[in-house]
């Protein structure tokens, strides 16, 4: 395994750090916020074949992510969605330390710009505590995934959880490590 940091983590270190300690007073370097891990989550919902369902969207994340996703198992059963108890409806990775950045990395600045009429993402996503979830539609913005090989599209989430205690500072600690939001007129912000 290699020692050097992943580009967008060195950044964090160099550029982040220092420009969050500035803008927020911090007292001691450990109370600046960092990005602690990242979890893709995606659900078939009513597919007919959910078994397959389920095994394309392990592969296609497993793909994306670089690491095996683990099946997430419905909770109770529904009988109008003819699903049981304990069958996989959906699959989830959680991603930490170097595999985390280095997806951040090929996320914010290869696969946001190939989203159709990408105008920036909302900067109102937050969950109070400085988490940060995005919607994904389609699984083909990421160019690990090939074009001619996909069976269905596959939306998935993506929340990316900090250490930030307020919305603002993790809204901040994004916008540092290149996270493109948008501006309330819709352009896109710096």
Avoid: H
Avoid at 50 to 64: F, Y
Avoid at 128 to 154: A, C, M, T, V, W
Avoid at 161 to 184: C, I, M, N, Y
Wanted: hydrophobic share 35%; net charge positive; aromatic share 6%.
């Amino acid at each position: 395994m290699s020692t050097t940091l992943p580009t967008l983590q060195k950044e964090y270190r160099e550029r982040v750090i220092p420009a969050l300690k500035e803008k927020f007073n911090y007292a001691n370097v450990n109370q600046i916020p960092v990005i602690e891990k990242v979890v893709i989550n995606s659900c078939v919902g009513k597919e007919a074949d959910r078994k397959a369902a389920v095994e394309d969207v392990i592969a296609e994340i497993a793909k994306i992510t670089g690491q095996q996703p683990v099946p997430t198992r419905a909770k109770k059963s529904v009988s109008n969605f003819r699903l049981r108890e304990g069958d996989a409806i959906g699959a989830k990775v959680t991603l930490r330390g170097r595999t985390m950045w280095e997806f951040l990395e090929r996320f914010i600045r290869t696969a946001m710009p190939r989203i159709r009429d990408f105008r920036g993402v909302s900067p109102k996503s937050f969950d109070g505590r400085g988490n940060y979830g995005i919607g994904i539609n389609d699984q083909s913005i990421f160019p690990e995934i090939e074009l001619d090989k996909i069976k269905r599209q596959i939306g998935f989430d993506i929340i990316i959880t900090t250490s930030a205690k307020t919305d603002d500072e993790a809204r901040e600690l994004l916008r540092l490590v290149g996270v493109p939001f948008r501006k309330s007129g819709g352009e896109q912000a710096a």
